[in-house]
């Protein structure tokens, strides 16, 4: 068989999409996050480094390596031997203080609804927004939710066709339990006395906030409050900023000392306020009257029904205002106008079957046309022309670093649907059973009808763009990269093809 | 050479029925839209809208649960007590019938239908065995104005396209009329079947919009494009090869139904969809766009 340049740059394609694809056969789980100055970050270990093995246990997947880990760290110190897929290192920690996950097995990457993980769209209440002002909540949400500690997300702002503008937040994998609170509330945080305010949240009058040091941040064991329920401290101290400890001099230097404290404390407190609501009241010892305070100390609880459960409240409450305290108060009230939670059990479940799927359709489509043309060839012809459009269609999805969701995967199939329909009616124009001379001309229409119907697919599918936030765009967009790729790459090369074959 | 004679055989006989009676076969796609169209505007009338709206598009809550063995009925009567406005489906696996997932869906709050559940499972729900989507009831307002907006758009732009492709307005028109069919019948068959569309499975109607009008892109394409045959003739060729497509199409669309499971609730609406308008173009492409174009091409002569 005689190749023709189409068939060439079908070939070309097919190498390029592979590249891009890039099927990955090592094993082991990928380094995500690594904290700063950590033992496992100071002997060299990197994000993006794959661990292969863990003194000498082999690790294959994230269960592999949480049950290493849970089994080494008991608290003390032990010698550590890291081999990762270029290096090894060994080293002694209590910890490893990085995040991991599942090595990707391709550059392919899985929506929300297959991988697991939380979507949230907030928008600015009662005010529109201009342009500039939704980037400017978007940069604060996302310092807002890097401080947190979460990586792998995406925030962005989407706008739509009715002019709604809205911000978008992906989070990957696991989803903190108050992703609620970190992103629907505004985080305006005062420290009153009285009614003046002695700081704000922010750099601006917060210098520095304690997090990961046991000596300026803790959280208390709970204690029974009243029946069931339980509650638990948390304190932590903060910096403030040479501004604001004068105003908490200039503040208190007025205020009376409470006689019925013995002469502990004076006679107002420091009243904490998040968002309008009271966190804490603390007593304000004697000592501190009229005292430039660079350091106070924060202090606030966590309830419920379980000790361990309001200890988790206490954490989780306690690094949600470490987070607004040194991010400080989002520009407007938000929102939030969808959350949704989604479990990567599930996601790995609804992945299978769609592979299961995919399969299916390609073995039930291959024996009709095989039922049908009764030539191994033309057969062979049609289910590689089939293949390589799906394939050519998810290498551009990972080029464009995509996230395929299952309409998304529902628009590669059906756009499959639609590349065999056009196989089906070249093959059939190009029968040498009726008048020669008709031939050409067949081809030629069947080219038409092609085209045709590839304009009506992508008009039918464009206006899905810019409809509800963007959420139906990875939809749209498969099918119209399907279509596309057929209609440039696989056709050309089909006809080539089978009129080589029918030369023969 | 035999194989040419029987094509002949099938031509003639396929002539002589379809001469005298394709006016009266038309009258089938006619009537199916027709009641289509009395069904859903009496549908709006009682239900306020012309479908039936999930929580994406009607604001609420969708719970899946997984893993999970309980009584469905038992849940249901549960639930009774607090929920006015609920619906709950299983996800099956077909070959061991093990129930996969459990979808409620509500107009409530994500909290309280959560909290509800869990009591009743004896069980904490978190990510590890649920998942929950939530959508306010302003947004799915607004997303389900769109994608009526998306909808028309897409029907204008596709017809753009057709009159561009064929000139002549007679022409076009039976090819828009076909697709608005296509639209029609499966909507009325959804709203039949009680099934409450997704955001997703109204994109699949904008699919639908153009996936559907391939077909009779074909066949208007070869009656006046070919230079061989009569028009019946070329109806017919036209005819073998697009039920060929379209039944390909539809045998493809089959193993989302009765072979594999466990595949998302968007993803299946989205094939459901596919399937109904894919049957109603045999239809409304062969029945009513076929008569329309034989009609117009003899009058003409």
């Not at chain 1, 690094?319 to 108060?329: D, Y």
Request: glycine fraction near 8%; hydrophobic fraction near 45%; charged fraction near 20%.
């Amino acid at each position: 068989m005689k190749m023709t340049w189409r068939i060439w740059v079908l070939i070309v394609m097919l190498v390029l999409a592979l590249l891009m694809i890039h099927p990955n056969f090592d094993s082991g789980v990928l380094i995500k996050s690594l904290d700063q100055d950590s033992p496992a970050q100071l002997q060299g270990l990197k994000q993006g480094d794959i661990i292969a093995q863990i003194n000498g246990a082999k690790i294959e997947s994230l269960e592999d390596y949480n049950s290493v880990v849970n089994d080494l760290f008991k608290g003390q110190e032990v010698r550590l031997d890291i081999v990762t897929s270029k290096d090894e290192f060994i080293f002694l920690a209590n910890s490893l203080n990085m995040t991991v996950g599942e090595l990707p097995r391709t550059n392919l990457k899985t929506g929300l609804d297959l991988s697991g993980g939380a979507r949230a769209i907030i928008v600015a209440e009662n005010v529109t927004l201009s342009q500039e002002e939704l980037q400017d909540l978007v940069d604060v949400t996302s310092q807002r939710l890097n401080t947190f500690g979460l990586r792998d997300i995406i925030i962005r702002p989407v706008s739509d066709l009715t002019g709604g503008k809205y911000i978008l937040i992906e989070v990957a994998g696991a989803t903190p339990q108050n992703l609620k609170s970190l992103i629907g509330e505004q985080g305006k945080f005062e420290a009153k006395v009285g009614n003046k305010t002695v700081f704000t949240g922010g750099d601006k009058d917060i210098t520095h906030v304690f997090r990961n040091d046991a000596t300026q941040s803790a959280v208390y064991p709970a204690e029974l409050i009243s029946d069931g329920n339980y509650m638990s401290r948390f304190t932590f101290t903060i910096t403030l900023s040479p501004d604001a400890a004068q105003r908490h001099a200039d503040i208190t230097k007025t205020i009376p000392v409470d006689p019925e404290s013995g002469g502990q404390y004076l006679s107002e407190n420091l009243t904490l306020i998040l968002d309008g609501k009271v966190v804490e009241e603390l007593r304000i010892s004697t000592g501190l009257k009229g005292q430039v305070a660079s350091q106070i100390s924060i202090q606030g609880s966590g309830v419920g029904s379980t000790p361990d459960a309001a200890v988790a409240d206490a954490r989780a409450s306690m690094h949600t205002l470490q987070t607004v305290l040194i991010t400080g108060s989002l520009p407007y009230k938000l929102q939030i106008i969808k959350i949704d939670t989604i479990s990567p059990a599930l996601g790995k479940e609804f992945t299978k079957g769609l592979i299961v799927l995919g399969i299916a359709v390609f073995i039930v489509v291959s024996i009709i046309i095989f039922a049908r043309y009764r030539r191994i060839n033309l057969s062979l012809a049609v289910i590689l022309t089939m293949f390589s459009e799906a394939f050519i269609t998810l290498g551009i999805a990972s080029l464009l670093g995509w996230n395929l969701d299952a309409p998304g995967i529902a628009g590669i199939i059906a756009g499959i649907g639609t590349g065999v329909g056009d196989q089906i009616l070249l093959l059939d124009a190009s029968k040498k059973d009726e008048k020669e001379i008709y031939f050409r001309e067949r081809i030629k229409l069947a080219f038409f009808i092609i085209l045709g119907s590839f304009a009506t697919n992508v008009a039918s599918m464009l206006p899905l763009f810019w409809t509800g936030a963007g959420m139906l765009k990875g939809f749209a967009l498969t099918t119209i990269i399907g279509v596309t790729v057929g209609i440039l790459i696989t056709r050309p090369a089909f006809a080539d093809i089978i009129s080589k074959i029918g030369d023969k | 050479m035999e194989q040419n004679q029987t094509h002949q055989e099938q031509i003639s006989k396929f002539e002589s029925f379809y001469n005298k009676r394709y006016k009266l076969l038309l009258l089938i796609p006619v009537i199916l839209i027709l009641l289509s169209l009395v069904y859903l505007v009496r549908f709006n009338s009682i239900n306020g809208d012309f479908i039936y709206k999930d929580s994406s598009l009607a604001g609420g809550t969708t719970l899946t649960i997984s893993n999970v063995t309980v009584s469905v009925e038992d849940l249901k009567t549960f639930l009774q007590k607090d929920f006015s406005d609920f619906s709950i489906r299983e996800i099956r696996d077909l070959a061991s019938a093990r129930l996969i997932a459990l979808v409620i869906d509500t107009t409530a709050q994500p909290d309280l239908i959560k909290e509800k559940v869990e009591e009743f499972l004896g069980f904490e729900l978190d990510e590890s065995n649920s998942s929950i989507e939530f959508t306010g009831s302003s947004l799915s307002e607004s997303f389900y104005r769109q994608l009526m907006i998306a909808i028309v758009i897409s029907f204008v732009l596709i017809s753009l396209v057709v009159f561009f492709l064929f000139k002549k307005v007679i022409r076009s028109i039976a090819i828009v009329v076909a697709v608005l069919g296509n639209i029609i019948l499966p909507l009325a068959l959804v709203n039949i079947l009680g099934i409450k569309l997704s955001a997703a499975g109204i994109a699949a109607f904008l699919m639908l919009i153009g996936y559907s009008v391939d077909t009779d892109i074909l066949l208007t394409s070869r009656v006046l494009k070919r230079n061989e045959g009569r028009v019946n003739q070329r109806i017919f060729g036209a005819f073998k090869t697009g039920i060929f497509i379209t039944c390909t199409a539809l045998i493809a669309l089959l193993p989302a139904f009765f072979i594999v499971t466990g595949l998302p609730d968007s993803f299946r609406q989205i094939f459901l969809i596919l399937s109904f308008g894919l049957c109603a173009d045999i239809i409304n492409t062969w029945l009513l766009n076929a008569a329309i174009l034989k009609w117009y091409e003899e009058r003409k002569k």
